[in-house]
T-cell receptor
Framework: DTGVSQDPRHKITKRGQNVTFRCDPISEHNRLYWYRQTLGQGPEFLTYFQNEAQLEKSRLLSDRFSAERPKGSFSTLEIQRTEQGDSAMYLC????????????FGPGTRLTVT | AQSVTQLGSHVSVSEGALVLLRCNYSSSVPPYLFWYVQYPNQGLQLLLKYTSAATLVKGINGFEAEFKKSETSFHLTKPSAHMSDAAEYFCAVSAAGDYKLSFGAGTTVTVRA
């Protein structure tokens, strides 16, 4: 068990550019979640997958955001036409689909939009 | 909808003193409750969870929390603080059948030598 991994750990981009983040969950976990955390706040839910199906999206996930989980393994989160307000830590978590609901988090990708 | 309130955004304790972090939740159904710890520039690590079994839950690193339904609380304690406990702590709630977590704003703990 190598834990949840995320790549890159840091991303600096200019406003208007597109960025893509990757998350590799714990191998036997079939649920995968994305959260966003801004400075001084707790993480906020963005979306989650059960295997390859995206089952819920937060209202925080505007049309510029898209997430995929092809083949139910790794996931990508893409932000198009980045804005300064997108600057945040993007956290990925995974869990089993049994009833304990404990989610295991990756180290996060810190995005800075200049 | 579930929500969590963490009382006190910053707690300062002396090494060896009691650590008490407060968390109150609102949920229309019996919740699952969690405490996570976050060290600078890292992800969240699960400290402990309540899932309707024992009301006193023991976690890692000497932390424990007590679920009190009458007070809608899930406060986190540690009898004796260590310097390594300096971090940010988040309380989170999830209703049964709702897989996403709702987090509080966090409490930053500093430990004085």
């Amino acid at each position: 068990d190598t834990g949840v991994s995320q790549d890159p750990r840091h991303k600096i981009t200019k406003r208007g550019q597109n960025v893509t983040f990757r998350c590799d969950p714990i191998s036997e976990h079939n649920r995968l979640y994305w959260y966003r955390q801004t400075l001084g706040q707790g993480p906020e839910f963005l979306t989650y997958f059960q295997n390859e199906a995206q089952l819920e999206k937060s209202r925080l996930l505007s049309d510029r955001f898209s997430a995929e989980r092809p083949k139910g393994s790794f996931s990508t989160l893409e932000i198009q036409r980045t804005e300064q307000g997108d600057s945040a830590m993007y956290l990925c978590a995974s869990s089993l689909d049994t009833g304990r609901y404990e989610q295991y988090f990756g180290p996060g990708t810190r995005l800075t939009v200049t | 909808a579930q929500s969590v309130t963490q009382l006190g955004s910053h707690v300062s304790v002396s090494e060896g003193a009691l650590v008490l972090l407060r968390c109150n939740y609102s949920s229309s159904v019996p919740p699952y409750l969690f405490w996570y710890v976050q060290y600078p520039n890292q992800g969240l690590q699960l400290l402990l969870k309540y899932t309707s079994a024992a009301t006193l839950v023991k976690g890692i690193n000497g932390f424990e929390a007590e679920f009190k339904k009458s007070e809608t609380s899930f406060h986190l304690t540690k009898p004796s603080a260590h310097m390594s406990d300096a971090a940010e702590y988040f309380c989170a709630v999830s209703a049964a059948g709702d897989y996403k977590l709702s987090f509080g704003a966090g409490t930053t703990v500093t430990v004085r030598a």
